[in-house]
C-alpha cells in the first residue's frame, strides 16, 4: 500500500532519520534537542529550550509551515527538579518561540538520559497543516 | 500556512497549554495525570489511573467525544515494579473507564519523574472523531 | 460521536489493548518490544530491535501495509550508554528491517524500565496508509 511522503532530511543523521515527514495535511518532526548546527549545547535548561524551538522552526519551515502549526508537543527532561524550579525561564522562551500562548497540548515527563549527556530536553511535536 | 484549531484549556496550566487541540477529525490531548481539579492525588495508582481517565474523559466531553473515540495511549509509570504488580487493579479500572475492553493501541513505559513527586503515571492519548 | 475503527488484536494482553488501530489511513501501533511470540527475548540490543521490527511489519501486515508506511517512530531504550556504543549494530538492523535508509522521524530517549527486566528497548510507531 503505497503512501506518499514528503521528507525533510538535514544534518549528520540525515542517513538514518528524516527531520519532518509529511503525509497529507499531517507532519510528524524527530524529536528536536537544544543543540545548535554546530553542535553546541548551551548549559542551563532555558537556553536548551529555546534552542530546541529554533530547530523545530526550522523543519516546520521546510514544510511552509510555522508553530503556528503545532497541534501537540512532548518534552521529555533529564531533571524534572531543575525543570520544575526553573518553570517561568523555560515557558518565557517557549512563549517567545510560539509568539503568544502557544495553542498546543504538552506532555511532560522525565527521561534518565538522552542521546548526548550535555541535553537537559528533547521535544517532540506534531503539526497540522 | 494557516490551520483552524479547536481549543479547550482549563485548569491551572490554562495559560500555557490545552488539554486538547482538534484539527479536523484528529483530537490531541495533554497527558493527563491522577490529580483531581481541587489538587488531591490518590495514593495508589489505580486510583490515580481512575482519576486520570476521568480528566480524559472530561477533556473528551469538551469536543463531543466519548473515550470510545480514543485510538492510542501512552502510559508513563514512575514505578515499573508497583505497576506490574497492580496490573488486575490497573486494567479493572482501565476497562471501567472505557466501559469494555479498550478498543485502543497502548504504549507502556517507565519514567524517572513526572511534575509532581506525588504522581505515578500520566497518561496520553490521542483520539479520532 | 462514533468512529469506525479497524482493530487487530494478538497475543497474550488481546483482551487489554489493541497491537494497532486504524481510522481513515492513519493507524497507530502499540509499542512494540524484541519479544518473539514464543516469548523469548534476545540479550542483546541490536537483536531486540530486529525482534521488535519483525513485530511492527508483522502488524502492519494485519492492515495491508508495510515497513515503507511508517512515518514516526519512537525508541524508549533502557540503557542510552548501551545503545550509543552499539549505533552501527542498531541502525544495520533497523535498516535491513525497512530495506533501504528508513524515511522516518525518529525521537530517541531512555526510560529506566519496560515490562519486562529484559527488555532493552521499545519501539512505537505511527503509520499512514
Not at 72 to 99: H, I, K, L, W
Not at 102 to 114: D, H, R, S
Amino acid at each position: 500500500m503505497a503512501v506518499e511522503k514528503e521528507l525533510h532530511k538535514s544534518g549528520p543523521y540525515a542517513d538514518f532519520f528524516c527531520q519532518g515527514v509529511r503525509v497529507d495535511n499531517t507532519l510528524h518532526l524527530a524529536g528536536q534537542v537544544g543543540m545548535t548546527d554546530t553542535g553546541e549545547v548551551p548549559a542551563d535548561l532555558a537556553a536548551q529550550v529555546e534552542t530546541a524551538y529554533q530547530n523545530i522552526a526550522g523543519v516546520l519551515a521546510h514544510f511552509g509551515a510555522t508553530m503556528d502549526n503545532i497541534v501537540d508537543e512532548t518534552f521529555f527532561v533529564t531533571d524534572m527538579q531543575d525543570c520544575m524550579a526553573n518553570v517561568p525561564a523555560v515557558f518565557s522562551v517557549r512563549e517567545a518561540a510560539y509568539g503568544k500562548k502557544p495553542e498546543v497540548c504538552q506532555t511532560l515527563v522525565g527521561t534518565p538520559a538522552l542521546v548526548d549527556p550535555r541535553l537537559k530536553v528533547e521535544i517532540k511535536v506534531v503539526a497540522r497543516l
